[in-house]
């Protein structure tokens, strides 16, 4: 890559200014929670024939709330370690999760499908494509359910209403929207970090009378055309797209190549770097060793957490940063001998390159350079990454003023990166408007259309792009609560600040298995934490199956260390998130800095580490236990 000049002081100065403009009091509560006279935003589009069914109150081992990827792995993983006698309950009318919903035109994934897939090795599959699409996940979804029997395991268009443990019985009973009283001995909530919409809380939202619908639930009978794009039915119509995240950026391309009319709204820019994807060499898939799959995610992992050793096997947008990073250190810092050895044990990786060699090198690494260095080395990399990335805006749209609206000024990890070849020459389109709110947000939504800067702008169809609701309460966001033992539930429990052990599990809540990020691994691969999570339920069940127990929960004594663990190992990312544009990653600008909410400051490949030596040690260290 070019190198590209720049005035670190003046980025520093226009990065906070762009972010003071952005910040405002009211945080999350700018958004407007999709229920009463919003809940049709999130009526399923998708069900082809609903479901009546009488209320079930039957009893199963175990039942798993969600069918995107962490149920159907850790259903996956259940079937694969003996178990049968389990459901799994998913509002929707099919598996996918996420990508049962956002099936919005152009709907991608920006993980390379290599180790964004789970369980390649196991299915034969082959994503067609190094970076994978809507309808492809969505067939991969049949073809685990297929390899695993899951269908018959599944219960859908079925929404949980609450959970409960019965104390006398030592069951968890769930309560549905189909007025179900299934009771079970294990719980799994796997119900997604991202799976509420939100929308802006804008002046007469309410009030507006043509055609709206928030991107995850993509009308396409209004639209016509698919996944693929093709939306023949806008050809004569004006469409208005709140948003530029990541979603906005797929979709906005289909939009402009067929309606009429496309005003995009934007509030911030993202990032949008190059995306180059590339057909599957199928000879090169198949020649993979058993284990490839581990040892890539492993691999990818490792470069987004700074334990840079070795080859970069997936080798794109989001192993570059780091690449560069260290680019910078070997450049700056260690004298030719170091690099040499460096050099060697990444040639070398696992045969010489040991951990105590690696760690004695980064070692070494990190005292000659120094953390204050590094931290500046890194400012540094990201302010040329950042520049490549506001070239390209002027390299491809033609109105210099356009370009100029669409370079984001923050840092690169402030919001997710996006990756796209078509969104920014989508703005060459004559169709297409870009009407830069400069941080604003748009002023008011009217009967015809929606208002910025004393103009009004008709539209036949409003497209809210304005995503998922991620710093509200977890059982707001998960869509209902759970009581434990003496009717406490968890967000009593959790009102001052997370408390589990591993993540998992919670001393109050027997039998009851969390997965997501909190307080356990952070991934941008979120698929490898809820794959190694499936294990590690898995493993626990079994073993307790061996031992003929029936109960297990959290000892105080090990939720307890494990929180000081968090808060010990938690990295101080305050003046980071501080300085950043406001967007989900921070908050809103109100970044919770309470170090006992985050994810494992360890990594994730510490974290995966740990949990596998815990395993292997077979003593369910820290859960209290008991048979009936
Ligand atoms: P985001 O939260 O990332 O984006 C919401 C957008 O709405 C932002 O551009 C935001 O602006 C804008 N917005 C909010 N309120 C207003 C307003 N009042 N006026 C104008 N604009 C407004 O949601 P997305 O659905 O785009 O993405 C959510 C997440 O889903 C991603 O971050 C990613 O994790 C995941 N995703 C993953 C993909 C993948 O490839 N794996 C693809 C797509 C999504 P502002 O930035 O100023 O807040």
């Known amino acids: 890559m070019q190198n590209y000049s720049f005035d670190p002081d003046y980025l520093r100065d226009k990065y906070r200014q762009e972010r003071d403009k952005r910040l405002r009091e009211d945080g999350n509560d700018q958004y407007q929670e999709v229920s009463g006279d919003f809940s049709y935003f999130v009526d399923d589009p998708y069900i082809k024939n609903a479901i009546e069914r009488q209320a079930l109150t039957d009893s199963y081992e175990i039942v798993i709330i969600g069918g ?23 509002k929707g009318g099919n598996f996918g999760g996420t990508w049962y919903w956002n099936r919005y035109p152009g709907a991608s994934c920006d993980i390379e499908s290599y180790i964004y897939f789970p369980l390649l090795e196991e299915t034969k599959f082959i994503p067609g494509k190094k970076y994978t699409n809507a309808p492809e996940t969505l067939e991969y979804f049949d073809v685990i359910s297929e390899k695993f029997g899951l269908k018959e395991h599944a219960i859908f268009q079925t929404e949980v209403n609450d959970v409960r443990w019965k104390d006398d019985e030592r069951l968890w009973e769930i309560n549905t929207n189909k007025g179900d009283k299934i009771k079970c001995n294990y719980v799994v909530h796997a119900n997604g970090p991202l799976n509420r919409p939100k929308l802006p809380a804008i002046n007469g939202i309410n009030d507006y009378k043509g055609h709206t619908f928030h991107t995850s639930r993509w009308d396409y009978q209004y639209t016509g055309g698919s996944s693929k794009g093709n939306l023949s039915n806008l050809k004569d119509k004006r469409v208005a797209v709140i948003g530029t995240g990541a979603t906005a950026v797929q979709c906005i391309p289909h939009l402009a190549e067929s309606a009429k009319q496309l005003y995009v709204f934007q509030r911030t820019p993202s990032s949008i770097d190059e995306r180059n994807n590339t057909e599957t060499n199928e000879d090169w898939f198949l020649n993979q060793s058993p284990g490839w799959q581990g040892k890539r995610r492993e691999n990818f992992e490792g470069f987004l957490t700074g334990n840079v050793s070795g080859k970069d096997l997936v080798n794109d947008g989001w192993t570059e940063v780091f ?152 059982t707001r966001r998960c869509g209902y609560e759970i009581y434990g033992k003496n009717g406490l539930s968890v967000s009593k429990k959790w009102q001052d600040g997370l408390s589990t052990l591993h993540g998992m599990h919670a001393n109050g809540f027997p039998n009851c298995f969390f997965f997501g990020p909190q307080q356990g691994a952070f991934t941008a691969n979120y698929t490898h934490s809820l794959d190694e999570q499936s294990i590690h339920l898995s493993y626990i069940l079994k073993k307790m199956k061996e031992d003929k127990l029936t109960y297990v929960e959290a000892s105080k004594q090990a939720e307890a260390d494990w929180v000081d663990t968090i808060i010990a190992k938690s990295r101080d990312m305050r003046d980071f998130r501080e300085s950043c544009t406001p967007g989900y990653y921070n908050n809103e600008g109100k970044p919770n800095l309470e170090p006992q909410n985050n994810p494992y400051g360890g990594g994730p490949l510490e974290f995966f580490s740990m949990m596998n030596k815990w395993r292997k040690e077979g003593k369910l260290e820290g859960l209290e236990l008991s048979g009936n």
């Open 323 to 474: 690449r560069r990073i260290l680019g910078a250190m070997l450049n700056n810092g260690p004298s030719r001998f170091r690099i040499f050895l460096w050099t060697l044990g990444s040639v070398f990786s696992k045969k010489l390159y040991t951990e105590g060699l690696r760690s004695y090198l980064q070692g070494k690494f990190m005292s000659h350079v120094g953390v204050k260095n590094l931290a500046k080395q890194v400012e540094m990399a990201d302010f040329e990454k950042m520049e490549q990335i506001r070239a390209r805006a002027d390299s491809v749209v033609n109105d210099p003023e356009t370009a100029e609206s669409l370079k984001p000024y923050y840092r690169q990890f402030c919001k997710r990166p996006c990756f796209h070849d078509e969104y920014l020459s989508a703005f060459n389109n004559d169709n297409v408007e870009l009407v830069d709110t400069d941080g604003k947000g748009v002023d008011t939504i009217t009967e015809k259309g929606i208002i910025f800067n004393g103009k009004e702008y008709e539209v036949d169809c409003i497209i809210f792009a304005t995503g998922f609701e991620v710093g509200t309460e977890y």
């Open 68 to 90: 995107g990827f962490g149920g159907v792995l850790a259903a996956s993983r259940l079937k694969e370690a003996g178990f049968s006698d389990f459901k799994i309950i998913e």
